[in-house]
């Protein structure tokens, strides 16, 4: 079981905003270290999303934004697109196990 | 242009050895951190091992993998390893090689295309 946990599923109709919440405990996210996200669409490697909470690499859209508090974190997509249609992960560092750790991620779907 | 392409990886048999590498060009590849992340069939990601940059790197592993594989990184060639001993059939995934923002695991900003390792009898 992963030691940040995603909700296996979320969807949206085109123009739609989701959120994708990653929810950990006090020895990874409420411990202060960062989250990062990456999009996965089918059949391709993962790709930087957000880095460090809130901040997108160059390239990425502003549809897509970062947030955390105490011991989750949120990515926030809006105006939904169907490119959007992806596996999203969340990633942290975990100091009880002293390991970069991902959540079990979500599938999008656009409806 | 940024890139990194795996090789080595195959079939091989429970209790088996492979060796995995990882080519980067376009950045100063001595200069970032770098990790193996593995992903089973239809699975999610699972952070696997990772190397700080320098020549002396410090190296990490998730517990499911210490003692048994090695990360390594070869500066004068641009190329990272990953050498897997006594592989069990749930290794079976594709393991793909990750360029970090920093000089530490942290977050990883570029991917290779990934090499499919397959542990079968």
């Known amino acids: 079981q992963p030691v940040v946990t995603q909700p296996p599923s979320v969807s949206g109709a085109p123009g739609q905003r989701v959120t994708i919440s990653c929810t950990g405990s006090?020895?990874?996210?409420?411990?202060?270290?960062?989250v990062h996200w990456y999009q996965q669409p089918p059949g391709t490697a993962p790709k930087l999303l957000i880095y460090g909470n809130s901040n997108r690499p160059s390239g990425v859209p502003d549809r897509f934004s970062g947030s955390k508090s105490a011991t989750s974190a949120s990515l926030a997509i809006s105006g939904l697109q169907a490119e959007d249609e992806a596996d999203y992960y969340c990633q942290s560092y975990d100091s009880s196990l002293s390991a970069w750790v991902f959540g079990g991620g979500t599938k999008l779907t656009v409806l | 242009e940024v890139q990194l392409v795996e090789s080595g990886g195959g079939l091989v048999q429970p209790g088996g050895s492979l060796r995995l590498s990882c080519a980067a060009s376009?950045?100063?590849?001595?200069?970032?951190?770098m990790s193996w992340v593995r992903q089973a069939p239809g699975k999610g990601l699972e952070w696997v091992s990772g190397?700080?940059?320098?020549?002396?790197?410090?190296?990490y592993y998730a517990d499911s993998v210490k003692g048994r594989f090695t990360i390594s990184r070869d500066n004068s060639k641009n190329t990272l390893y990953l050498q897997m001993n006594s592989l069990r059939g749930e290794e079976t995934a594709v393991y793909y090689c990750?360029?970090?923002?920093?000089?530490?695991?942290?977050?990883?900003?570029?991917w290779g295309q990934g090499t499919m390792v397959t542990v079968s009898s």
């Open positions: 376009g950045f100063t590849f001595s200069s970032y951190a």
């Open positions: 990750a360029k970090d923002f920093l000089s530490s695991p942290y977050a990883f900003d570029i």
């Open positions: 190397i700080t940059s320098g020549s002396g790197g410090s190296t």
């Open positions: 006090s020895s990874n996210i409420g411990a202060g270290y960062d």
